[in-house]
C-alpha cells in the first residue's frame, strides 16, 4: 500500500518553526488527500490539517490556524507542513496519513511519526 516517511521533527524553543515533510517514495500522492495528525500523551489524536487531491483545498485545526500551513509539491511527490510560532501545546507525535482524494474519507495509510518538542 501506500508508503509514507515523515521527516522534520525535533526540538525547538517557543516562538520557533520548523517544516515537516512527508514523502511518498513508490505511490504517486496526486489520488490522495494527505493530513497531519498528532497524540499527546493523555490526549486524544488530533487532526491539523489536511489538503484534498483535487482542487488542493486545505483546512486547519483552530488551534494551529494563522501559524500553521499546509502545501504540496507534485514533483517532489510529497506534501509539507511549516509551522510557525511554535507553543508548547505543539508539542506531539506527528503522523501523516493519506486518503482516497478527500480529506473525508478514512485515512488508511499512515507514517511513523515524527517528535515535536516546544520547550524552554
Known amino acids: 500500500q501506500m508508503q509514507l516517511v515523515e521527516s522534520g521533527g525535533g526540538l525547538v524553543q517557543p516562538g520557533g518553526s520548523l517544516r515537516l515533510s512527508c514523502a511518498a517514495s513508490?505511490?504517486?500522492?496526486?489520488?490522495?488527500?494527505i493530513a497531519w495528525f498528532r497524540q499527546a500523551p493523555g490526549k486524544e489524536r488530533e487532526r491539523v490539517s489536511c489538503?484534498?487531491?483535487?482542487?488542493?483545498?486545505?483546512s486547519y485545526a483552530d488551534s494551529v490556524k494563522g501559524r500553521f500551513t499546509i502545501s504540496r509539491d507534485n514533483a517532489d511527490n510529497a506534501v509539507y507542513l511549516q509551522m510557525n510560532n511554535l507553543k508548547p501545546e505543539d508539542t506531539a507525535v506527528y503522523y501523516c496519513?493519506?486518503?482516497?482524494?478527500?480529506?473525508?474519507?478514512?485515512?488508511?495509510?499512515w507514517g511513523q511519526g515524527t517528535q515535536v518538542t516546544v520547550s524552554s
Open positions: 496519513a493519506a486518503a482516497f482524494r478527500l480529506c473525508s474519507n478514512d485515512f488508511t495509510s
Open positions: 513508490r505511490f504517486t500522492l496526486d489520488f490522495y488527500a
Open positions: 489538503i484534498a487531491s483535487s482542487d488542493g483545498s486545505t
